[in-house]
């Protein structure tokens, strides 16, 4: 592959996912696509700046005109642009189904006419439900996602592999775990209850914080994706995830341990809706394929908290602009 078109490449994932794909192959150029969203940043992108091989487009993947222009040239596609929040998919759902499901259907149809030769899918975990128990989802098992975001991203999921069957696009998917590092946007959990420890403010756990998540350090979930675009068979699903699970309290407790900060700012507060208790993925797919990941959790987890630390001004504006997002979003649960 020479060129390729990336789909949000200044989110948290992307951004990594364009500066190690650049960086792993030097033959690559790649075409950045993001509509810059609430959660999309170019600073993510700084140190791109004036390499050749790397061009940025704002614009949106719903509008097939964009989405034409932008693939022109590229022999394959890596689709992560998406509304990514499950909290703020309960409160509003229509953007999700807009730009995952609705967008993601004007990628293919883009694919499809301009003959890419390879099509990736970036999913998630939560396409799979909630897990009780100690087993792990594999990929042939059935879907059963729960929250508005988790149902669009199996949508777009399901729809990018009928492509395959029904128009030969040679399409794979990547179903990636909860995945952390520094850029995060500061709504998902571990870039949250960072900043608010480093400002004082309590954690929000939600429920009795028992819920169990698999975390996957960021560039290890992009060269997990690297690796399937590389290695992986067309129309084949590969699960990525890390072997760190845990509970929500013993993450809040190492973060806070970390951070030099006390107990007390765990503060306990009303569930979220239809919590998913537990994801759980089989990795040994792609692991077959000879991906492994190269991070530690402590210590990946520790050097993401000190970038957290280190880099006050880039979420401390970030958050002054959330503050009205958070107040509607606990008038709105109140409510309820
Ligand atoms: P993010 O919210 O940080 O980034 C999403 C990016 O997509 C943003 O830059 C945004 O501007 C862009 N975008 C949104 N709608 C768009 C549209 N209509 N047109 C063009 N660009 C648009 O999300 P992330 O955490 O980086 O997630 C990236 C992908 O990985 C998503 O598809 C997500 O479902 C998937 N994923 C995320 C995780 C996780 O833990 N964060 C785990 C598994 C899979
Ligand atoms: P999150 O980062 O939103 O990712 P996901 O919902 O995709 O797993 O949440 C991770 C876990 O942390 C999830 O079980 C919900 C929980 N959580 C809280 O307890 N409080 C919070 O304020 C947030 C954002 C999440």
């Known amino acids: ?28 150029s790649i075409v950045n696509l993001d509509k ?40 394959g596609v890596v689709h992560l642009a998406a509304e990514s929040h499950v909290d703020r998919s309960l409160l509003d759902a229509k953007a999700f189904f807009d730009s995952n499901v609705y967008g993601t259907y004007v990628l293919l149809e883009e694919a499809r006419r301009a003959g890419v030769e390879r099509f990736v899918l970036v999913s998630t975990d939560e396409v799979y439900g909630s897990r009780s128990g100690k087993g792990y989802f594999k990929e042939k098992d059935i879907l059963n996602p729960s929250s508005p975001y988790s149902v ?38 571990i870039p949250l209850f960072t900043t608010n420890a480093l400002t004082g403010q309590k954690l929000p756990l939600y429920g009795d914080g028992r819920q169990i998540r698999n975390w996957l350090y960021v560039e290890d979930h992009c060269r997990g994706i690297l690796h399937a675009l590389k290695k992986g068979k067309t129309g084949e699903v590969y699960n990525i995830s890390s072997k760190t699970e845990l509970e929500n309290i013993d993450l809040t407790k190492k973060l806070l341990k970390i951070l030099d900060k006390p107990e007390n700012l765990i ?5 979220r809706l239809g919590h998913d208790r537990r994801y759980a993925i089989d990795s040994s797919k792609l692991r077959s394929l000879g991906w492994s990941e190269k ?21 401390k504006a970030i958050k002054e602009k ?3 997002f958070t107040k509607f979003y606990k008038k709105a649960y109140a409510g309820r």
């Open 322 to 324: 959330q503050e009205g």
């Open 152 to 189: 669009s991203k199996a949508a777009a999921d399901l729809l990018a592999l009928s492509y395959v069957g029904t128009h030969h696009l040679p399409v794979l998917v990547t179903r990636g775990a909860n995945t952390y590092g520094p850029y995060q946007y500061p709504e998902k959990v």
């Open 267 to 271: 503060h306990h507060v009303t569930d």
């Open 1 to 28: 592959m020479k060129k390729a078109l990336v789909t949000g490449g200044a989110g948290f994932i992307g951004s990594f996912f364009v500066k190690v794909w650049l960086k792993e192959d030097s033959r690559i």
């Open 36 to 75: 810059l969203t609430y959660s999309g940043d170019l600073s993510r992108l700084s140190e791109l700046q004036g390499n050749s091989r790397h061009s940025f487009i704002k614009g949106d993947i719903c509008d097939p005109k964009t989405v034409r222009k932008a693939m022109q040239g590229c022999d």
């Open 295 to 315: 991070a530690k959790f402590d210590t990946a987890f520790r050097d993401t908290l000190l970038w957290y630390c280190r880099n006050e001004k880039w979420w």
